[in-house]
């Protein structure tokens, strides 16, 4: 156990959890005390006063949850009950997907990997993002030039090299989940090359 990661989990998995905690815990209260960037979906129209919970980050937690369980059950359909706790979930999943395929397991990592970074960003952290972006995705696969960069007011990742461009003549551009299975398959590439 080599700088506090146990010998056969990946970092991910372990941010994933402790920002899915922490947003539990720290960034659940009502949004007007809260530090959360995500807004909410759901508005109160009259009525009773405004709940004591930010519900937008209720409801991200419940979406990362269910998105984490529907993919294990689609490969474990007999896996025990999922745990309630948003953050347990990360665990459970990587316990049933152990014989999953590598190409399961790769979608598996992405979608950890990017619920990783959706759990920074709702805490107003973009620093996963733009480091993922800069570091681990580049060269840009398009282009071959270390111009990416993260675009928090639409939650991309552009191309910045004016020659890099799609068939409308746009920036090319990355979703996260995009990014997510990027970085993955890259590390997976460097590992085999290791190996």
């Not at 709940?51 to 359909?77: F, G, K």
């Not at 049933?96 to 960003?121: F, G, I, K, N, P």
Request: proline share 7%; hydrophobic share 40%; charged share 20%.
């Amino acid at each position: 156990m080599e700088s506090g990661v146990p010998m056969g989990v990946s970092e991910d998995r372990l941010t994933a959890a402790a920002r899915l905690k922490l947003l539990r815990l720290e960034f659940t209260a009502h949004p007007s005390s809260s530090r959360s960037t995500v807004t909410p979906s759901r508005t109160s129209t009259g009525g009773p006063p405004p709940t004591p919970a930010n519900v937008a980050v209720i409801d991200h937690l419940v979406e990362s949850r269910n998105e984490m369980v529907a993919y294990t059950r689609a490969i474990a359909p007999d896996a025990e009950r999922a745990p309630v706790e948003a953050a347990d979930v990360v665990d459970w999943v990587y316990q049933h997907t152990v014989h999953a395929t590598s190409v399961q397991r790769m979608v598996r990592d992405a979608m950890v990997l990017r619920q990783s970074w959706e759990h920074a960003l709702a805490m107003g952290d973009e620093r996963p993002v733009r480091a993922a972006a800069r570091w681990e995705a580049c060269p840009n696969p398009t282009c071959g030039c270390w111009s990416l960069f993260y675009q928090p007011a639409r939650r991309i990742v552009a191309c910045v090299n004016g020659r890099c461009t799609n068939e409308l003549g746009l920036p090319t551009v990355w979703e996260l989940r995009q990014l997510a299975e990027l970085v993955i398959a890259r590390r997976n590439a460097v590992t085999a090359a290791a190996t």
